[in-house]
């Protein structure tokens, strides 16, 4: 194999964990600051110009922050649990373009880390599934009763909706004839965005991503009326930084897929001229999406546990299944629009 495509993968790699470590530390600082603006008030104004050395700070503070483990746990799966959580958030974006092909250093180089995998979206449905476990292992290795309730809720939640989140892919995949999220965004550049075709999708895949990674109004396993913290209530310092760096680095993820299976991907106007315009139209994607996703928490409150339960298999779950039906027919009965 050639040295200089394995270096090409290990750069894309090595700048993509960049970004999402960055983008978790200033996402953290928009979501502050939007609620702050949203309940008239400052959010971070301290540290640097505007705050914008607030993420920096609360990084020190958490490296240093002293590290407990309560005696009666399970050590070795307590300190792997966070672990088991966050690889996938850092890894689940392996096979998504973020632009077409550039001219960089001599080299035709693809915007994307894995290229065109053809069975890209099974590698995400995959790797989504992973981060449930470290969930209930944090709970039921910090032998605490409101961890492990909260790991159980974790559970429940994820697998429920996931079911709905599941058959929200199955959409652009019927609409693009095709597994390859690659293939997905060309055909959006062909048809127009899948969001026009799949509206009911579309919003079946915002609202299960919502509860996959615990935001409000989902946010149960974390209702610190009922269990403190939940699942990481034992964890302190840059274990419990690792939770929240995988809900931080959840929000970009889905967003980006939201933009991607949706709403045309990196595509939009002169991106054949200059494909370098790809990435900044997803980041403007991907930045309204977050945005709306921060305006959800300072507007809905949290559901009421057999509600949020109901709701995933009384409504999203049906709804899911029927969308995929009227796929199907729109596909037989309007065979020309595909192509």
């Not at 672990?83 to 973020?98: D, E, K, Q, R, S």
């Not at 709905?164 to 959006?188: C, D, K, T």
């Not at 409000?216 to 930084?241: I, R």
Request: glycine share 8%; hydrophobic share 55%.
């Amino acid at each position: 194999m050639e040295y200089g495509l394995i270096l090409e993968w290990i750069i894309k790699a090595v700048l993509m964990l960049l970004i999402l470590l960055i983008g978790f530390a200033y996402t953290t600082y928009l979501e502050r600051k939007v609620l702050a603006r949203m309940q008239v008030r400052y959010g971070p104004n301290r540290a640097g110009p505007k705050g914008l050395l607030q993420p920096v700070a609360d990084g020190v503070k958490l490296i240093f922050k002293e590290e407990l483990i309560p005696a009666k746990a399970d050590k070795r799966l307590f300190i792997l649990a966070p672990v088991i959580t966050v690889l996938p958030a850092l890894t689940i974006l392996a096979v998504v373009p973020f632009g077409g092909t550039v001219n960089l250093f001599g080299r035709e180089i693809t915007l994307s880390i894995a290229g065109d995998l053809n069975v890209g979206i099974l590698y995400l449905t995959a790797v989504t599934s992973i981060t449930v476990y470290g969930m209930v292992l944090a709970g039921w290795a910090s032998n605490n009763k409101y961890a492990m309730m909260g790991g159980i809720r974790a559970t429940a939640q994820v697998i429920s909706y996931e079911l709905a989140l599941g058959l929200a892919f199955i959409g652009p995949i019927l609409l693009a004839s095709s597994m390859s999220v690659n293939e997905i965004v060309n055909a959006q550049g062909r048809m127009g965005w899948f969001f026009i075709y799949q509206p009911i999708g579309f919003i079946i895949f915002l609202i299960a991503t919502l509860a996959e990674i615990n935001r409000v109004p989902f946010d149960l396993p974390e209702a610190e009326q009922e269990l403190v913290a939940g699942y990481h209530t034992e964890y302190s310092g840059m274990k419990f930084a690792l939770f929240m760096m995988t809900e931080y680095i959840k929000m970009i993820v889905v967003a980006v897929l939201a933009a991607t299976f949706f709403l045309g991907g990196y595509l939009g106007p002169f991106v054949d001229q200059i494909p370098w315009l790809g990435p900044v139209y997803l980041f403007i994607k991907v930045f309204i999406l977050v945005f709306g996703i921060i305006w959800v928490r300072a507007t809905w409150p949290r559901f009421r546990y057999d509600r949020l339960m109901a709701f995933g298999w009384k409504i999203m779950l049906p709804l899911a299944v029927l969308n995929v039906l009227l796929t199907g027919a729109f596909i037989i009965l309007f065979p020309g629009v595909i192509r």
